[in-house]
T-cell receptor, first 112, second 114 residues
Framework: KAGVTQTPRYLIKTRGQQVTLSCSPI?????VSWYQQTPGQGLQFLFEYFSETQRNKGNFPGRFSGRQFSNSRSEMNVSTLELGDSALYLC???????????FGSGTRLTVV | DAKTTQPPSMDCAEGRAANLPCNHSTISGNEYVYWYRQIHSQGPQYIIH???NNETNEMASLIITEDRKSSTLILPHATLRDTAVYYCIVRVGSPTGANSKLTFGKGITLSVRP
């Protein structure tokens, strides 16, 4: 079956712009989580959605937001981009939260 | 969630077993041990998880000590493709709300040499 699909794979944006990243979970998976990975901070949790509701949120500023649609697809948005937002953004989905998460390949965002 | 401690790196020879240790001395009774790995520039990959009994799947075996304060992930016949960062994570087994997130540490870098 198809895995977790993230688009786009690579993105270059300018400081001050905003960006939207997309994640299509595995069919039937209702939980979608987002993570940011940087060389300095490692993998950090952004937020989790379950059945269109944000269930959990990490320690990121309000510039980072997300949503989940009725088909479980999710988007995350970062407004007023800063250089420090350059990172690999990973999406993960799960059918049941007591099982393992399946991660996508990520979107590599570069802010210049 | 309980904190985990892993050595920063280890290596093993191709074809040999790789035994990756993890300490989680503050683990609670309802917390499971999860292992993920991340091959360079890819998303993390779920490997295995367990509560207190040893677990085995097609990828690896997980051995948890009786007091549950430490565990070992075993890759029985390591190959060059197993070179990756391996993360040991402790989390409640059926999380909801605030405890649903995965907290990744720095992990252990496994290098498999030819």
């Amino acid at each position: 079956k198809a895995g977790v699909t993230q688009t786009p794979r690579y993105l270059i944006k300018t400081r001050g712009q905003q960006v939207t990243l997309s994640c299509s979970p595995i069919s039937g998976h209702r939980s979608v989580s987002w993570y940011q990975q940087t060389p300095g901070q490692g993998l950090q949790f952004l937020f989790e959605y379950f059945s269109e509701t944000q269930r959990n949120k990490g320690n990121f500023p309000g510039r980072f937001s997300g949503r989940q649609f009725s088909n479980s697809r999710s988007e995350m948005n970062v407004s007023t981009l800063e250089l420090g937002d350059s990172a690999l953004y990973l999406c993960a989905s799960s059918a049941r939260t007591d099982q393992g998460y399946t991660f996508g390949s990520g979107t590599r965002l570069t802010v210049v | 969630d309980a904190k985990t401690t892993q050595p920063p790196s280890m290596d093993c020879a191709e074809g040999r077993a790789a035994n990756l240790p993890c300490n989680h001395s503050t683990i609670s009774g309802n917390e499971y041990v999860y292992w993920y790995r991340q091959i360079h520039s890819q998303g993390p990959q779920y490997i295995i998880h367990g509560l207190k009994n040893n677990e085995t799947n097609e990828m690896a075996s997980l051995i948890i000590t009786e007091d549950r304060k430490s565990s070992t992930l075993i890759l029985p016949h390591a190959t060059l493709r197993d070179t990756a960062v391996y993360y040991c994570i402790v989390r409640v087994g059926s999380p909801t709300g605030a405890n649903s997130k995965l907290t990744f540490g720095k992990g252990i870098t496994l290098s498999v040499r030819p």
